[in-house]
């Protein structure tokens, strides 16, 4: 039987990629996971650059999308990372929360954006009344990037949830001081 698939350590980190460890992969779980296939972690990594640095959907909006996906699919490690990154662009922990319910409990903005991830989630598809919606709200672009967002955190669930990793320590310490209420 293999081992199961746990964070690769600095000790045990692939020389292939030996100049990511420095950077994102090394500093979150979920990426030492993905350390086991090297070449797949160095082709995420420009497309994470965009997800997470340079959406259209801006820092806001994006982490409402992340957040929706993450209560969607169930997956305590990408929703405990997200509250703190919501919180840190400014998302109220009210807000937060209401990703985790029905989106009429949600500000109308974010609404529509849970409703996009919903849709894709749900019928992997935006209709086209939605799509005018999003588009109207974000543009063509963050209707792109909403759509990429959820595709890109989707497959990350997929390893999330198939090989759970430990949050790290000082994202469980950030949580427990900062919102403990809103652990997964």
């Known amino acids: 039987m293999n081992a199961p698939f746990t964070p690769i350590s600095d000790a045990d980190w692939p020389k292939e990629i030996l100049e990511m460890r ?3 992969a090394g500093q979150l779980n979920v990426y030492r996971l993905m350390a086991h296939h090297p070449a797949l972690l160095r082709a995420w990594s420009e497309l994470r650059e965009h997800i997470v640095k340079d959406t259209a959907l801006g820092k806001v909006r994006a982490e409402i999308v992340i957040l929706r996906l993450a209560h969607r699919l169930g997956c305590a490690y990408e929703w405990d990372q ?4 919501g919180l840190k662009v400014g998302l109220s922990k009210k807000q937060i929360a209401s990703m985790r319910g029905p989106r009429a409990g949600m500000d109308e903005e974010a609404a529509l954006l849970a409703a996009g991830v919903d849709a894709l989630v749900d019928e992997t598809q935006l209709s086209a009344p939605l799509m005018a919606k999003l588009e109207a709200l974000v543009g063509r672009h963050g209707v792109l990037d909403l759509m990429a967002t959820t595709g890109m955190y989707l497959t990350l ?3 999330l949830k198939s090989a759970p990793p430990p949050l790290e320590d000082g994202v469980a ?6 919102a403990p209420e809103l652990r997964f």
């Not at 310490?173 to 900062?178: F, T």
């Open 173 to 178: 310490a950030e949580l427990a001081e900062l």
């Open 22 to 24: 420095g950077g994102f």
């Open 82 to 85: 997200h509250v703190l990154r």
């Open 157 to 159: 669930g997929f390893i």
